[in-house]
Nanobody, 121 residues
Framework: QVQLVESGGGLVQPGGSLRLSCAAS????????MAWYRQAPGKGREGVAH???????DYADSVKGRFTISRDNAKKMVYLQMNSLKVEDTAVYYC???????????????WGQGTQVTVSS
């Protein structure tokens, strides 16, 4: 059973920073893309950032220059450093891994349970 667990969410004032972490547990052969998504109240889930196994990154326009995604392949973890936070960044943040459980498995996406980020004065 592969599980992803996010941590690091919380309440922060506008202009502040938070660092989210996501750790995978269970037997995994390979992790390709690691990504962060978010879902604000009353809105659909949107992609925030992703990073490939080789380290290539991409970001949503709304977070470029403020958020940084990174990964530790040995620890099976992904991070999201969020700076200059805005009220509109308030959402539940989810991590997602594109992975292979074994050499013979079909690729699959596994999601974390989400962590709340609230930006408010």
């Amino acid at each position: 059973q592969v599980q992803l667990v996010e941590s690091g969410g919380g309440l922060v004032q506008p202009g502040g920073s938070l660092r989210l972490s996501c750790a995978a547990s269970g037997s995994i052969f390979s992790i390709n893309v690691m990504a962060w998504y978010r879902q604000a109240p009353g809105k659909g889930r949107e992609g925030v950032a992703h990073i490939t196994k080789g380290g290539t990154t991409d970001y949503a326009d709304s977070v470029k220059g403020r958020f940084t995604i990174s990964r530790d392949n040995a620890k099976k973890m992904v991070y999201l450093q969020m700076n200059s936070l805005k009220v509109e960044d308030t959402a539940v943040y989810y991590c997602k891994f594109g992975l292979l459980r074994t050499y013979y498995s079909v690729p699959e996406d596994v999601w974390g349970q989400g962590t709340q980020v609230t930006v408010s004065s």
